[in-house]
């Protein structure tokens, strides 16, 4: 007997964390995983904060600790802490008790809280999500807000508006002071809903309070906004936050917000706190994201790459915009490198950045090399043929390094050390030493 399921068809590949399942899959022993953004060490390794990782010993310790559910709303003590580090210590909404939380399963989870809550509550079903900018680097700060300025002024009213609190994903170009206040006018103008994703904060800076800056400017006019915190990125934590004119009405908020959670999931999970020793983590790593492009940026002025590259250090948090689109990633299957489609980002996952703009460039920030490893890649698109140029791996010496001329279709970020050899004639292929 046939499977009642028979006629189902294969399901694609989700577009982020796809790019880990062809990772995984992919045997070869030199790869690179550009898929969910998440920090990673010089070494390429995954980081776990010194304060998790007493947290977790500490709750293995606790023999007292009963492992019980948790309220339909979480940790209430989590809660308010988290309520505190978006808003600020002395928040009017805080003192004043017009802040709905409830603690969420990760990003997506808090956000899916904030949008069954609208559905189920608010008439407007339009909602704005900002548009990743194009690749002209020069331009894509100044005219990316008078597009969004633009568009905001073209909605109807009560229309949701999705923002990114900072370190936008996936551009690295987030709105200067003056430029959030003129979002936060037009929105409250208009009539809007706030409707934030705050999933680095910290990152950005290495300052927690200057990153809630945006937040904390639309909630110091006394309007209303939903904010949709993580901290899976620096701690593994997160919730929804909502603000609302008045306390009466946060109160029954919070009281739709377990309805719309008990069917989802019911408890949260649960873990304590360390704070001060955390904010002295995660500055080290926004620090060493903020170092990582000083450092390119050096790099590429001081080999006196073509192009201007200020953009590097005027972006800012995990990625950079490249410019590239889905067309362009060329790479031979002897060394892969796996990115999602829709998006060129860079992170610290990476121990440097390479950036394209009419060229190939390098970075000079690297491991020390053990040895070097040939790995051949495609610059053009179709390709004739493929003239390569050679070198003896074994040999140890170090050959002439700079940058062509081309309409480069893809620049692997890595790990390690990427030159490019420029002694010699080629047409569309190239090979380019990893040291390892």
């Given at each position: 007997?046939?499977?009642?399921?028979?006629?189902?068809?294969?399901?694609?590949?989700?577009?982020?964390?796809?790019?880990?399942?062809?990772?995984?899959?992919?045997?070869?022993?030199?790869?690179?995983?550009?898929?969910?953004?998440?920090?990673?060490?010089?070494?390429?390794?995954?980081?776990?904060?010194?304060?998790?990782?007493?947290?977790?010993?500490?709750?293995?310790?606790?023999?007292?600790?009963?492992?019980?559910?948790?309220?339909?709303?979480?940790?209430?003590?989590?809660?308010?802490?988290?309520?505190?580090?978006?808003?600020?210590?002395?928040?009017?909404a805080i003192q004043e008790n017009r802040v709905a939380t409830a603690q969420c399963l990760s990003g997506t989870g808090s956000l899916r809280v904030g949008a069954e809550f609208l559905a189920k509550h608010y008439n407007e079903r339009t909602i704005y999500i900002?548009?990743?900018?194009?690749?002209?680097?020069?331009?894509?700060?100044?005219?990316?807000?008078?597009?969004?300025?633009?568009?905001?002024?073209?909605?109807?009213?009560?229309?949701?508006?999705?923002?990114?609190?900072?370190?936008?994903?996936?551009t690295g170009v987030d709105p200067t002071v003056e430029q959030w206040e003129q979002i936060r006018k037009l929105i409250r103008s208009k009539g809007l809903l706030p409707f934030f994703d705050s999933a680095y904060q910290g990152f950005a800076s290495g300052s927690l309070d200057a990153d809630a800056q945006p937040v904390r400017m639309f909630v110091a006019d006394g309007g209303e906004c939903f904010i949709a915190q993580s901290y899976a990125k620096t701690w593994d934590f997160m919730g929804s936050v909502?603000?609302?004119?008045?306390?009466?009405?946060?109160?029954?908020?919070?009281?739709?917000?377990?309805?719309?959670?008990?069917?989802?999931?019911?408890?949260?999970?649960?873990?304590?706190?360390?704070?001060?020793?955390?904010?002295?983590?995660?500055?080290?790593?926004?620090?060493?994201?903020?170092?990582?492009?000083?450092?390119?940026?050096?790099?590429?002025?001081?080999?006196?790459?073509?192009?201007?590259?200020?953009?590097?250090?005027?972006?800012?948090?995990?990625?950079?915009?490249?410019?590239?689109?889905?067309?362009?990633?060329?790479?031979?299957?002897?060394?892969?490198?796996?990115?999602?489609?829709?998006?060129?980002?860079?992170?610290?996952?990476?121990?440097?950045?390479?950036?394209?703009?009419?060229?190939?460039?390098?970075?000079?920030?690297?491991?020390?090399?053990?040895?070097?490893?040939?790995?051949?890649?495609?610059?053009?698109?179709?390709?004739?043929?493929?003239?390569?140029?050679?070198?003896?791996?074994?040999?140890?010496?170090?050959?002439?390094?700079?940058?062509?001329?081309?309409?480069?279709?893809?620049?692997?970020?890595?790990?390690?050390?990427?030159?490019?050899?420029?002694?010699?004639?080629?047409?569309?292929?190239?090979?380019?030493?990893?040291?390892?």
């Amino acid at each position: 007997m046939d499977s009642v399921f028979a006629a189902i068809v294969q399901a694609p590949e989700d577009p982020i964390l796809g790019v880990t399942v062809a990772y995984n899959k992919d045997q070869s022993p030199v790869k690179l995983n550009l898929g969910v953004g998440a920090y990673r060490t010089e070494e390429g390794k995954p980081l776990v904060l010194n304060v998790v990782r007493k947290a977790e010993q500490l709750l293995v310790n606790d023999q007292s600790r009963v492992k019980e559910y948790l309220p339909i709303l979480g940790l209430a003590e989590f809660n308010k802490l988290s309520a505190k580090l978006i808003l600020g210590d002395d928040s009017p909404a805080i003192q004043e008790n017009r802040v709905a939380t409830a603690q969420c399963l990760s990003g997506t989870g808090s956000l899916r809280v904030g949008a069954e809550f609208l559905a189920k509550h608010y008439n407007e079903r339009t909602i704005y999500i900002p548009q990743p900018s194009w690749g002209n680097h020069l331009k894509v700060f100044t005219m990316g807000v008078v597009c969004l300025l633009e568009d905001l002024g073209a909605a109807p009213a009560g229309a949701i508006v999705l923002l990114h609190a900072c370190a936008h994903n996936p551009t690295g170009v987030d709105p200067t002071v003056e430029q959030w206040e003129q979002i936060r006018k037009l929105i409250r103008s208009k009539g809007l809903l706030p409707f934030f994703d705050s999933a680095y904060q910290g990152f950005a800076s290495g300052s927690l309070d200057a990153d809630a800056q945006p937040v904390r400017m639309f909630v110091a006019d006394g309007g209303e906004c939903f904010i949709a915190q993580s901290y899976a990125k620096t701690w593994d934590f997160m919730g929804s936050v909502l603000v609302c004119k008045a306390a009466e009405v946060a109160s029954r908020v919070e009281s739709q917000l377990k309805l719309v959670i008990r069917p989802m999931y019911s408890n949260p999970t649960t873990s304590c706190d360390m704070y001060n020793e955390w904010k002295v983590e995660l500055k080290a790593m926004a620090d060493r994201i903020i170092s990582m492009r000083k450092q390119l940026f050096d790099a590429l002025t001081a080999k006196g790459t073509p192009g201007d590259w200020s953009h590097i250090t005027k972006q800012i948090g995990m990625f950079t915009f490249t410019g590239l689109n889905s067309d362009q990633p060329l790479v031979t299957s002897d060394a892969p490198m796996f990115t999602p489609h829709t998006v060129s980002s860079v992170s610290p996952e990476l121990n440097f950045i390479c950036i394209v703009d009419g060229g190939l460039v390098w970075q000079v920030l690297a491991p020390k090399p053990s040895r070097i490893l040939p790995m051949p890649y495609m610059l053009q698109s179709p390709v004739p043929h493929r003239k390569q140029l050679q070198t003896i791996a074994s040999s140890g010496s170090e050959p002439d390094f700079g940058y062509f001329d081309f309409n480069v279709m893809y620049l692997p970020p890595f790990d390690f050390m990427l030159k490019a050899i420029v002694n010699g004639i080629l047409e569309v292929g190239i090979n380019c030493w990893w040291y390892q």
